[in-house]
């Protein structure tokens, strides 16, 4: 069973960065694609940013480009999101998820962790 545990969560200035990190166990993840997304309270839950297995392909929600940067090291099953400049609104419970690039739809979930941004 997959497993996907977030770090890296915390509570941080308007303008300020933070960097995530999940890291994957509990299966062989050749061809498995990476993502985040975030919930804020009482909203539902939206796409954030995602990679692919080799890491050339990266997507990105237009409220985070050139703000985000995710990234992956294969060698330690672990996907990154570092996040720059970061706003009030970007306040939420970050979730990483993953699927195999042959799927549709995300089928594993991290736990969650919850970023603050004050302004």
């Known amino acids: 069973q997959v497993q996907l545990v977030e770090s890296g969560g915390g509570l941080v200035q308007a303008g300020g960065s933070l960097r995530l990190s999940c890291t994957a166990s509990?299966?062989?993840?050749?061809?498995?694609?990476m993502g985040w997304f975030r919930q804020a309270p009482g909203k539902e839950r939206e796409f954030v940013a995602a990679?692919?297995?080799?890491?050339?392909?990266?997507y990105y929600a237009d409220s985070v480009k050139g703000r985000f940067t995710i990234s992956r090291d294969n060698a330690k099953n672990t996907v990154n999101l570092q996040m720059s400049s970061l706003k009030p609104e970007d306040t939420a419970v970050y979730y990483c998820?993953?699927?195999?690039?042959?799927?549709?739809?995300?089928?594993?979930w991290g736990q969650g962790t919850q970023v603050t941004v004050s302004s």
């Open positions: 998820a993953g699927r195999d690039s042959w799927r549709s739809e995300y089928n594993d």
């Open positions: 509990g299966r062989t993840f050749s061809g498995y694609l």
């Open positions: 990679i692919t297995w080799s890491g050339g392909s990266t």
